[in-house]
């Protein structure tokens, strides 16, 4: 490579990035084999992920908790799996997930079956009701750099696979001391970020990108969008905008959450608009 092209890719190749989202392909359905085949030939996958052999066995165990310590499990999992493979190839179960921004296919299992893995660990922490209601819920995110903590929180528990995030602002190396990210991540929108950080934990997940923050002109939009919030997560710094977050919160009767920094101490709060249509702006605290 001479100096000059070493050059311009440095300054300009180096820079792009990838897309927003991933790509799920159903190898059973022959359009989504051609796809996939494209991506090979065009060597766009620089590593190959499957443990889906040992997703099944946990799939078979929460199927089948009793079963789980006795001596059999282990034959009766493999059998499971075997079966399986005799009604067709193991790599057309299931879905291979496609993450364009670190050249990665991952082999997972499909929505539903995922999911009640993924919680698993669960049960008796919260009822299959609430995990349902949990997952289910549409949550706005307003503000990544506190809020990046509360994203990646609620995608870990397997909750709210319907999300709006909302930032204009950029990861910045002086962000590092208190955003889980890398360095591989510095320029990049913090909604761009976190979308890439849920999509790894649940590639399932519904995102809706608010890249520009949150404004007089697209508000409506963040709580209103079929389906409407059911809960908001203000993290914001800009005052004027909370005020317009609590006025929309106010009107739909939805609850709006807190949490800040405040010297060495912290706030919290929680204005429960859906109980209370009345409840004063940050509970009265600033006056009028």
Request: glycine share 6%; charged share 25%; aromatic share 10%.
């Amino acid at each position: 490579m001479s100096d000059v092209s070493l050059q311009d890719f440095l300054t300009g190749g180096a820079r792009l990035r990838a897309g927003l989202a991933p790509r799920l392909f159903h190898l059973n359905r022959p359009e989504h084999r051609e796809a996939l085949a494209a991506l090979v030939k065009e060597n766009a996958m620089s590593f190959v992920v499957d443990d889906y052999e040992e997703q099944l066995r946990e799939y078979y165990g929460v199927l089948h908790p009793a079963d789980i310590f006795k001596p059999s499990f282990a034959s009766e999992a493999r059998e499971y799996i075997e079966t399986l493979k005799k009604n067709g190839v193991l790599h057309e179960h299931g879905v291979w997930v496609y993450y364009p921004w670190n050249a990665t296919l991952v082999h997972i299992l499909d929505d539903k079956e995922f999911q009640m893995v993924r919680t698993a660990r669960n049960k008796l922490l919260i009822t299959s009701e609430e995990q349902a209601m949990y997952y289910n819920a549409v949550v706005g995110i307003a503000g990544l750099s506190v809020g990046n903590s509360c994203a990646l929180a609620i995608a870990l528990q397997g909750g709210a696979r319907r999300l709006r995030l909302a930032d204009f602002d950029l990861l910045a190396l002086s962000n590092l001391n208190r955003i889980r990210a890398g360095v591989d991540a510095l320029g990049l929108n913090k909604v761009v970020m976190t979308m890439r950080q849920i999509y790894l934990l649940n590639p399932y997940a519904e995102i809706e990108a608010f890249p520009d923050g949150l404004n007089e002109g697209n508000i409506d939009r963040f709580f209103e969008s079929p389906p409407k919030l059911d809960i908001v997560v203000d993290e914001i710094d800009n005052l004027a905008i909370k005020f317009l977050i609590r006025e929309r919160a106010q009107k739909l009767r939805l609850p709006v959450v807190m949490a800040a920094d405040n010297g060495d101490d912290g706030v919290v709060d929680v204005e429960r608009y859906d109980l209370d249509q009345n409840t004063p702006f940050f509970h009265g605290r600033m006056g009028n």
